[in-house]
T-cell receptor, first 112, second 114 residues
């Protein structure tokens, strides 16, 4: 299978910066997504990386290194509403089709 | 543009019964993927439908099946329910045109099997 690893839980302080790491198997890689999921709600799309480097979108940035099978999501100026699970998902290709595989998610708690 | 909708939102069934869940994708999206989410396993891929055909399948038993209609709406069926089928079932829609495709999720159906 294609294992995607990310920390189970993280805690950070309001106003701080937090980095959530994700490692994945590189064979068949076709892109990486980050989703945010608040408790009891559906995942919502945050970012997409397919080339190496940093993609910035407001307070959120996502980085990808394809050769290392590594990505991170950077959240700046943390707010209480950022408390949620963050899901790393990799699009794998094979036999002419694509499949999105998710990590188990990182539960982020933002404390005052 | 309306988002992905799923019905019902909550469902309680007993072991051995069957259940059908429905998903209406975003207008213009032709791909619908189904996922099972549990606290222990996270989001696990069930299958994907594109243009009324199953294009991709995860590692779930044959009790889990689906179909897609000509208007891209999709249904998922689970037969002979087991306690372990209790989960949040999410569907996601996308254009379906491959490698830069973003999936957008519906609110999910919370299934409880007693």
């Amino acid at each position: 299978g294609q294992n995607i690893d990310q920390p189970t839980e993280m805690t950070a302080t309001e106003g701080a910066i937090v980095q959530i790491n994700c490692t994945y198997q590189t064979s068949g890689f076709n892109g990486l997504f980050w989703y945010q999921q608040h408790a009891g709600e559906a995942p919502t799309f945050l970012s997409y990386n397919v080339l190496d480097g940093l993609e910035e979108k407001g307070r959120f940035s996502s980085f990808l290194s394809r050769s290392k099978g590594y990505s991170y999501l950077l959240l700046k100026e943390l707010q209480m509403k950022d408390s949620a699970s963050y899901l790393c998902a990799v699009l794998y290709s094979g036999a002419g089709s694509y499949q999105l595989t998710f990590g188990k998610g990182t539960k982020l708690s933002v404390i005052p | 543009k309306a988002g992905v909708t799923q019905t019902p939102r909550y469902l309680i069934k007993t072991r051995g019964q069957q259940v059908t869940l429905s998903c209406s994708p975003i207008s213009g999206h032709r791909s619908v993927s189904w996922y099972q989410q549990t606290p222990g396993q996270g989001l696990q891929f069930l299958f994907e439908y594109f243009s009324e055909t199953q294009r991709n399948k995860g590692n779930f038993p044959g009790r889990f099946s689906g179909r897609q209609f000509s208007n891209s709406r999709s249904e998922m069926n689970v037969s002979t329910l087991e306690l372990g089928d209790s989960a949040l079932y999410l569907c996601a829609s996308s254009r379906g045109d491959g490698d830069t495709d973003t999936q957008y999720f519906g609110p999910g159906t919370r299934l409880t099997v007693l």
